[in-house]
């Protein structure tokens, strides 16, 4: 008899959790066996039925018959069960192995009753009936070698010991043969049991890992759900601290360039001058803080249109020209008659910040922005005689809160901000698909460019309204119209508009001012201008007031939104409304500008 290495037991925790998947495949395999043993006492009973005597086959066929049904009921059963404990696993396997020691015990005794009653054809038949459940039962029985090498045993020795019975040497062979036959089974069933073992190893460590990266990953869920109710927060903090905390900083500004206006003092100017300077640069501040938190939060979303480049242009001189001149610096835009395709919003932000930070930089000379043409695509570029960028500083000016490390040629009052300009920059031409680059020379300037699509069609050509100098404009004569709720932001803005000549109406409400139109004769008393809040008490807002004021004294009344939010978008409800934002804090000279300009629109 061949040598038979012993098996290797599988490790307690890995045999515990297959044990279920173990018990599950052999009772899934127990129809096709039964089906299987049918056709074995089929073949049997036809082979020997004319040779072995009635009062030894139906013995035989009964005890088949009565193993075969209480393995069929067994199955049944397993299939309704519900198995919730180790041990009850233990012992479904245990049935099923008493069912197939039994099988194996039946094959047997068939060899050791018909063997000897029948030639060698029946002998042969009879012999490969027995091997091949014998073999059949390799893959079912794999894991359990013990129970194994029992039914194998089951199902040669009985038919070994008949053939050796004969006492002939042909006898001896052939159930030497029979032995090498088992031995090698046996063998066969070790291999298969090892292959099976690395198999069933694998897949637990594949179930261990599942469970492992299943656990992982409800942990990411929640930290997922923990930072975007954290990024919410955060949102919400900034806008509400962006709102709350620029009407005091307008306030400040307000009631600052009121005190120049009325003392000729050059330390008291000195002193209103930084004010002003301080309240610009907070601002620049909290509109830094705020769109890099939105673009963070997916806030930002892309609507691309076709639109001519002169639209922005017009907002820039409108915005940037007075800044310029009181730096003594040239801006000037050429190319505003090309047609883009992209997010007209996006676009101007972009290049505001760009022009920003070129006027900024630049002490002499001028800003020039610019769009041409270069193949299917536009080129908008913001060119300035700035300070430069050094070529080692130029990767890096892209990253969040960089800012160019100081030197001699920056003034100390440019060297302001948190460096987040050019990062909100980047992100928004990155969310374009828009390639952005820079070539810069220190002493000599920088030049941004922005690549764009070609837009297909444009729109007609506004004319452009000629840049004015804010300063000294007098406004005698004016009725302007003042609506906000917050009693230090209006007074200051009586002081400094009643400095420049204005004749107010003031209040604090949507109602007041109403009521007011209503009772005010259109004929003889209309407004000139509209400057209200756009965030006001009891859930009505400034445009309301608009609205209300227009239908008594005409639709063609300008009006300027002053907000104190940058997160809601109100540039959509301006251009349907027909009105101008500006942004809290709103300093002094900007206020000046703008209403130079819708003034100047009026025809005054």
């Given at each position: 008899?061949?040598?038979?290495?012993?098996?290797?037991?599988?490790?307690?925790?890995a045999?515990?959790?297959?044990?279920?998947?173990?018990?599950r495949?052999?009772?899934?395999?127990?129809?096709?066996?039964?089906?299987?043993?049918?056709?074995g006492?089929?073949?049997?009973?036809?082979?020997?039925?004319?040779?072995?005597?009635?009062?030894?086959?139906l013995?035989?066929?009964g005890?088949?018959?009565?193993?075969?049904?209480?393995?069929?009921?067994?199955?049944r059963?397993?299939?309704?069960?519900?198995?919730?404990?180790?041990?009850?696993?233990?012992?479904?396997?245990?049935?099923?192995?008493?069912?197939?020691?039994?099988?194996?015990?039946?094959?047997?005794?068939?060899?050791?009753?018909?063997?000897?009653?029948?030639?060698?054809?029946?002998?042969?038949?009879?012999?490969?009936?027995?091997?091949?459940?014998?073999?059949?039962?390799?893959?079912?029985?794999?894991?359990?070698?013990?129970?194994?090498?029992?039914?194998?045993?089951?199902?040669?020795?009985?038919?070994?010991?008949?053939?050796?019975?004969?006492?002939?040497?042909?006898?001896?062979?052939?159930?030497?043969?029979?032995?090498v036959?088992?031995g090698?089974?046996?063998?066969?069933?070790?291999?298969?049991?090892?292959?099976?073992?690395?198999?069933?190893?694998?897949?637990?460590?594949?179930?261990?890992?599942?469970?492992?990266?299943?656990?992982?990953?409800?942990?990411?869920d929640?930290?997922?759900?923990?930072?975007?109710?954290?990024?919410?927060?955060?949102?919400?903090?900034?806008?509400?601290?962006?709102?709350?905390?620029?009407?005091?900083?307008?306030?400040?500004?307000?009631?600052?360039?009121?005190?120049?206006?009325?003392?000729?003092?050059?330390?008291?100017?000195?002193?209103?001058?930084?004010?002003?300077?301080?309240?610009?640069?907070?601002?620049?501040?909290?509109?830094?803080?705020?769109?890099?938190?939105?673009?963070?939060?997916?806030?930002?979303?892309?609507?691309?249109?076709?639109?001519?480049?002169?639209?922005?242009?017009?907002?820039?001189?409108?915005?940037?020209?007075?800044?310029?001149?009181?730096?003594?610096?040239?801006?000037?835009?050429?190319?505003?008659?090309?047609?883009?395709?992209?997010?007209?919003?996006?676009?101007?932000?972009?290049?505001?910040?760009?022009?920003?930070?070129?006027?900024?930089?630049?002490n002499?000379?001028?800003?020039?922005?610019?769009?041409?043409?270069?193949?299917?695509?536009?080129?908008?570029?913001?060119?300035?005689?700035?300070?430069?960028?050094?070529?080692?500083?130029?990767?890096?000016?892209?990253?969040?809160?960089?800012?160019?490390?100081?030197?001699?040629?920056?003034?100390?009052?440019?060297?302001?901000?948190?460096?987040?300009?050019?990062a909100?920059?980047?992100?928004?031409?990155?969310?374009?698909?828009?390639?952005?680059?820079?070539?810069?020379?220190?002493?000599?300037?920088t030049?941004?460019?922005?690549?764009?699509?070609?837009?297909?069609?444009?729109?007609?050509?506004?004319?452009?309204?000629?840049?004015?100098?804010?300063?000294?404009?007098?406004?005698?004569?004016?009725?302007?119209?003042?609506?906000?709720?917050?009693?230090?932001?209006?007074?200051?803005?009586?002081?400094?508009?009643?400095?420049?000549?204005a004749?107010?109406?003031?209040?604090?409400?949507?109602?007041?001012?109403?009521?007011?139109?209503?009772?005010?004769?259109?004929?003889?008393?209309?407004?000139?201008?509209?400057?209200?809040?756009?965030?006001?008490?009891?859930?009505?807002?400034?445009?309301?007031?608009?609205?209300?004021?227009?239908?008594?004294?005409?639709?063609?009344?300008?009006?300027?939104?002053?907000?104190?939010?940058?997160?809601?978008?109100?540039?959509?409800?301006?251009?349907?409304?027909?009105?101008?934002?500006?942004?809290?804090?709103?300093?002094?000279?900007?206020?000046?500008?703008?209403?130079?300009?819708?003034?100047?629109?009026?025809?005054?």
């Open positions: 008899m061949a040598a038979v290495a012993p098996f290797t037991a599988a490790p307690d925790h045999a515990a959790s297959a044990l279920p998947e173990e018990v495949s052999v009772y899934e395999y127990t129809p096709a066996t039964l089906l299987g043993y049918l056709a006492a089929a073949v049997i009973s036809l082979l020997f039925w004319s040779v072995a005597p009635a009062s030894v086959m013995p035989w066929l005890a088949f018959a009565i193993l075969w049904s209480t393995r069929f009921f067994l199955a059963r397993f299939k309704r069960a519900e198995i919730t404990t180790h041990e009850q696993w233990l012992r479904w396997r245990r049935w099923w192995n008493v069912g197939t020691l039994g099988s194996g015990a039946l094959w047997g005794f068939a060899a050791w009753l018909f063997y000897a009653r029948g030639d060698s054809g029946q002998q042969i038949g009879l012999i490969v009936v027995v091997y091949t459940f014998c073999s059949a039962a390799v893959p079912v029985l794999a894991t359990q070698p013990r129970v194994f090498l029992l039914y194998a045993a089951l199902c040669f020795l009985p038919m070994a010991a008949r053939i050796a019975s004969a006492g002939t040497a042909q006898g001896y062979q052939l159930a030497g043969i029979l032995f036959v088992y090698a089974t046996t063998v066969l069933a070790r291999n298969y049991r090892q292959a099976l073992q690395r198999v069933i190893e694998l897949k637990l460590h594949a179930d261990e890992l599942l469970d492992q990266l299943r656990i992982e990953k409800l942990a990411a929640a930290a997922r759900r923990e930072a975007e109710v954290a990024n919410r927060a955060k949102t919400q903090f900034f806008t509400a601290a962006s709102h709350d905390l620029r009407q005091p900083l307008h306030a400040m500004g307000l009631f600052a360039e009121a005190l120049r206006q009325k003392s000729h003092d050059e330390e008291v100017v000195h002193l209103v001058n930084s004010i002003n300077g301080s309240v610009d640069a907070l601002e620049g501040l909290f509109s830094e803080l705020l769109d890099i938190t939105r673009i963070d939060t997916g806030g930002v979303d892309v609507h691309p249109q076709h639109f001519e480049v002169g639209d922005i242009f017009r907002k820039l001189r409108l915005h940037f020209e007075p800044t310029a001149f009181e730096k003594g610096l040239a801006l000037r835009l050429r190319g505003g008659h090309h047609v883009t395709y992209a997010d007209p919003l996006l676009v101007e932000r972009i290049v505001r910040n760009l022009v920003a930070n070129a006027i900024r930089y630049t002499d000379g001028s800003v020039l922005v610019s769009c041409r043409r270069r193949g299917e695509r536009l080129l908008v570029q913001v060119w300035d005689t700035g300070v430069g960028i050094r070529e080692q500083e130029q990767s890096r000016i892209f990253e969040e809160f960089y800012q160019v490390p100081n030197n001699d040629i920056v003034a100390p009052h440019q060297r302001k901000g948190l460096g987040l300009g050019l909100i920059v980047k992100r928004l031409a990155d969310l374009m698909h828009a390639p952005l680059s820079l070539r810069s020379e220190p002493g000599r300037g030049v941004f460019t922005l690549e764009l699509p070609v837009g297909k069609a444009a729109r007609p050509a506004v004319a452009a309204v000629p840049g004015r100098a804010p300063l000294g404009i007098t406004l005698d004569g004016r009725l302007i119209v003042v609506v906000e709720d917050e009693p230090a932001v209006r007074s200051g803005l009586e002081v400094l508009l009643r400095g420049w000549g004749t107010l109406a003031s209040f604090d409400s949507v109602a007041t001012c109403t009521a007011w139109a209503r009772a005010a004769d259109p004929k003889g008393v209309k407004p000139d201008l509209l400057i209200v809040d756009y965030r006001l008490e009891h859930g009505v807002n400034g445009v309301d007031a608009i609205v209300a004021l227009r239908e008594r004294f005409g639709a063609g009344v300008p009006a300027i939104v002053v907000t104190g939010s940058t997160m809601t978008g109100h540039d959509k409800e301006a251009q349907d409304k027909d009105f101008h934002l500006l942004i809290k804090p709103v300093v002094p000279n900007k206020l000046r500008a703008m209403i130079a300009f819708k003034l100047g629109v009026k025809g005054g």
